[in-house]
């Protein structure tokens, strides 16, 4: 398994021509080299994630299907209201197994299927 790259992306490919979602984080599969070049497609993306306050039931529905049929593995919402991120993995375009993580908890880093490692919640959410 070659070891990821995250990175912010300002458009992300996307296999639907109509709507080109923007996520707010990204991690790619590779090298940076790879990208010195040349932007990534959706199946070098190994996790995609959305920071939502006021967009939350967009990103909950529209985004979340989006990824989801252009088989995004790993989808995270970071719901800056409800204080919790919610961790999603696709099974038939859609996202059905899904976790939810709150303050003190630490969400698994799943790149490939593989566990790679964890982050604690309360360095990823803004302090309240």
């Known amino acids: 398994m070659r070891r990821p790259v995250g990175t912010s992306i300002p458009k992300p490919p996307s296999p639907c021509r109509k709507s ?8 790619f599969r590779g090298d940076t080299t790879d990208y010195a070049d ?33 088989g995004v593995p790993v989808y995270w919402l970071l719901d800056l209201t409800g ?4 961790s999603s993995e696709p099974r038939d375009n859609t996202y059905r197994k899904s976790s939810a993580y709150r303050s003190g908890e630490a969400i698994p880093v799943i ?3 593989v566990e ?13």
């Open 20 to 27: 080109e979602p923007e996520p707010d984080v990204a991690v």
């Open 83 to 86: 204080r919790v991120i919610q």
């Open 38 to 70: 040349r932007h990534s497609n959706v199946l070098e993306t190994a996790l995609v994630a959305e920071v939502s306050h006021s967009s939350l039931l967009h990103d909950r529905t529209v985004k979340e299907r989006i990824y989801a049929q252009a």
């Open 116 to 128: 790679v490692g964890s982050v604690a919640v309360d360095s990823i959410l803004p302090p309240e």
């Open 111 to 113: 790149l490939d299927g």
